[in-house]
């Protein structure tokens, strides 16, 4: 390959760990290159994450070297070229370089190659098919250079062919979209994703939480996701998805790290009964499940006294209470800077949850027999003490139990 200009040396490259894993790659004079999405946050000068590294070493070979380097090697993808190496803690994904046999809409059946143009050629899109050298040097064999820094997002070769290997690449280009593209979107690709929306049927739904969730983190879904039902491809994922103008007012107003749940919330709107469905369709874990139920159901007062606020943020916890106070302040319009919801947050964020004096073990003291009354009684002195602000003392909070109990 020839290449295509050079990216100046930048700390996740120069690493020790880094340097480790290529030196290991590189002992018997085979190239390995950094692709992806490392190369391509490099080149527009954002935060890199993960590395991944691609070589024409065959996975036996790949594993033969990093252990001789003293470095961990796990077969996380042997059937498809991924070998994870571990190095200081960190891992680096290394694959080899390789071309689709046979492709089934989900999977495909691959052979190793020491190509890297045939490498480039199997790739999704053209910003994920650039290539860089240890030393920062660059390889664009599909111009992906340009697209990336004119934000456009285009498949390598023939969209609908694209698609055909993978229908999750139907829902990974609005996700890259939402990331780096800008508008318009390419019409070729919009038109593909239209005609294999139904594809993405056979895929499984891990998979296209795992999309929809990264697309929701991106710095404006919500005109993606107007975008996507706009070429049938919402209905196929999320046709629950309706309220596009209240997931627009959150990202206004949630300025702190993207939350996806959060996000999901609020493009479902109101309606209680949208977030168990989709959780349970979405197979979302049993925590980010109660999130998105709670953040439908337990809606705090329009305006709200400090005891009130307490009182939820005790019940609810920080986290369920943030989400109700942005999802209001978005049904509200989204203004920014409203003092009230402003003043509400950094309630939230400086809450320290109090501990309540008593347990169990102080109704037996009474001589009450285990069973329910004994939670029902721990029950009824916790609400008054919450009710009184949980400033009670132990010695308070035994005396009011006393009083319930008739001891």
Known sequence: ????????????????????????????????????????????GRAVKDIDIATPHAPPTVIQLLEAAGIKAIPTGIDHGTITAVADGRPFEVTTLRRDVETMGRKARVEFTDDWVADANRRDFTLNAIYCDGDGTLYDPTDGIPDLRAGKVRFVGEPSRRIEEDYLRVLRFFRIYAHYGKPPADVGALQACRMHAKGMAILSVERVAHELLRLLAAPDPATVLSLMQEYAVLAEVLSEASDFERLRALTRVDT??????????????????????VAFRLKLSNRDRVRLVAAATAAIPPSPDAATVRRALYRDGSEAFLDQIYLRWAEAGGRIGDPAFRGLLETARGWRKPTFPLGGEDVLALGIERGPRVGDLLEAVRRWW??????????????????????
């Open 1 to 44: 390959m020839v290449p295509a200009g050079k990216l100046p040396l930048q700390p996740w490259m120069s690493a020790p760990a880094t340097l480790a894993v290529l030196a290991a790659l590189t002992g018997q004079h085979a190239a390995a290159r950094f692709v992806g999405g490392c190369v391509r946050d490099a080149v527009l």
């Open 256 to 277: 702190d790290a993207p939350d996806p749940i959060r996000r999901l919330s609020a493009v479902l709107g109101p309606d209680v009964a949208k977030p168990e469905q």
């Open 386 to 407: 919450m009710e009184g602000g949980f400033v009670a003392s132990r010695s308070e909070c035994l005396a009011k139990l006393r009083t319930l109990a008739g001891a």
